[in-house]
């Protein structure tokens, strides 16, 4: 059950000491309050759901059918739109702040982010293959992933063989991760551990849905 969310950016990873002055890795997230735009409900819209902004930007700078949509709302216009999947928002309303004081220390929370991008990637980083052997007849082909085909008979390469291609930019989500500190007046959660995708990207954090399990 989702309960809570809020969204940020990811700043990098750095340690703190805990009480027993043990070092803990955490990740830096700049959680700028977040203000409502529009409340999604299952009535109107089939499902709930708050639709988000942070930051700002020039209202100039949007397209038309952008500018309306803060300008009904009576929204400060921010770069992006984004969805918090809510089981319940009876108790928000457009124009509401959400800060980093909806999380609180030592909570249980996942983190969805867009994973870094790896380009054009062989075999052996994208599935994990072995490769070819090293010795004995093996010339050039030692990152190769060997014969892809089936034979004469479907005389074709099956949909769905692992190949080379792009990897990385997909959207993954870590689960059960800490928050360490959630500090709405510098705008700061550290959440332990590492967190999906580069510096700078945008990551989504809600409370724990399998905490427990």
Not at 3 to 17: H, P, R
Not at 32 to 38: A, E, I, L, T
Not at 75 to 84: D, N
Not at 123 to 129: I, L, S
């Amino acid at each position: 059950m989702t309960s809570k969310a809020i969204v940020g950016e990811k700043v990098g990873m750095t340690q703190v000491w805990d009480d027993e002055n043990r070092v803990v890795p955490v990740t830096v997230v700049k959680v700028s309050p977040c203000r409502v735009v529009q409340i999604k409900t299952p009535d109107t819209d089939g499902y709930s759901a708050l639709q988000v902004t942070f930051g700002q930007k020039v209202a100039s700078k949007l397209n038309s059918p952008e500018r309306g949509h803060f300008a009904s709302a009576g929204v400060e216009p921010g770069p992006q739109l984004l969805e918090l999947r809510l089981d319940d928002v009876s108790e928000f309303e457009v124009g509401q702040e959400i800060s980093a004081d909806v999380l609180e220390n030592g909570e249980l929370v996942d983190v969805t982010a867009v994973s870094k991008g790896n380009g054009f990637t062989g075999v052996m980083k994208r599935h994990g293959f072995k490769g070819q052997r090293a010795s004995h007849g093996a010339h050039k082909v030692h990152r190769k992933p060997g014969a892809v085909g089936a034979c004469a008979t479907p005389a074709r390469v099956f949909k769905g063989t692992k190949m080379a291609g792009r990897s990385g930019a997909t959207q993954v989500t870590t689960q059960n991760l800490t928050v360490v500190e959630a500090d709405a007046e510098r705008s700061v959660v550290l959440v332990k551990g590492a967190v999906p995708g580069p510096r700078g990207g945008v990551v989504l954090i809600r409370n724990a849905t399998k905490a427990g399990s």
